[in-house]
């Protein structure tokens, strides 16, 4: 049986997203259905939601966003922070503004089990800008977000363009594993879903990838 569907998701508010601060990563390999990245550490802001995928993405999402648009403790503003009030449409007075990034991870709470076909709950994460650690970082004024170091790691990846779905995240899943398998490549956890665009992007211009991690 199919392991059940565990998707990490990326969310953006522009859809200037080359301009955003991205994740560091160096591709180390390229093939003809994928690429093999190999990720830095980095910082994230995560906050975990019941129910899958489909219906949890927007209250997840305006947490996050409300976090780094001020609702936190810090009086500073940064200059260059994102500023979009038509996702959310009013800001917290006084918190300090963080520049968004990308992408944006959502990941299982609880990885499912081989077979496990109950939808877990989900952990999205905002990518930190690179010139924080966790010292400097402003505090959430909400307590469902945790700030914490995601560790280097090396992921496959298969890019996809235009809408997403669920099964379309299956068919680009099933071409990443075929791709894994030919090469000799044992992928091991869930697959992830990273998008590049906020809704406001034209469909045949958003960038989405689908992801595995391997073992070094």
Do not use: C
Not at 160 to 168: A, V
């Amino acid at each position: 049986m199919k392991p059940a569907l565990s998707i990490v998701v990326a969310l953006f508010v522009s859809s200037a997203a080359s301009a955003y601060e991205e994740a560091p990563y160096e591709v180390v390999r390229e093939e003809e259905d994928f690429e093999i990245r190999r990720y830095a550490p980095y910082l994230v802001a995560e906050t975990a939601v019941d129910g899958a995928l489909w219906d949890s993405g927007g209250t997840a999402f305006r947490k996050l966003f409300r976090y780094i648009t001020g609702a936190n403790r810090s009086a500073q503003r940064l200059p260059g922070a994102a500023d979009d009030r038509r996702i959310v449409s009013q800001e917290a007075a006084g918190g300090k503004k963080i520049a968004m990034t990308i992408p944006v991870f959502t990941k299982p709470a609880n990885a499912a089990a081989e077979g496990d076909t109950a939808e877990p709950g989900l952990v999205y994460q905002f990518v930190m800008p690179a010139a924080y650690d966790l010292d400097t970082l402003p505090v959430p004024e909400d307590p469902s977000i945790v700030l914490r170091e995601e560790p280097a790691r090396w992921v496959a990846v298969h890019r996809f363009s235009g809408l997403w779905s669920e099964r379309r995240i299956r068919a680009a899943e099933d071409t990443l594993r075929a791709g894994l398998m030919r090469a000799g490549i044992a992928p091991r956890g869930p697959v992830e879903l990273a998008r590049y665009d906020d809704p406001f992007t034209l469909w045949f211009l958003r960038r989405n990838e689908v992801l595995l991690e391997i073992d070094p």
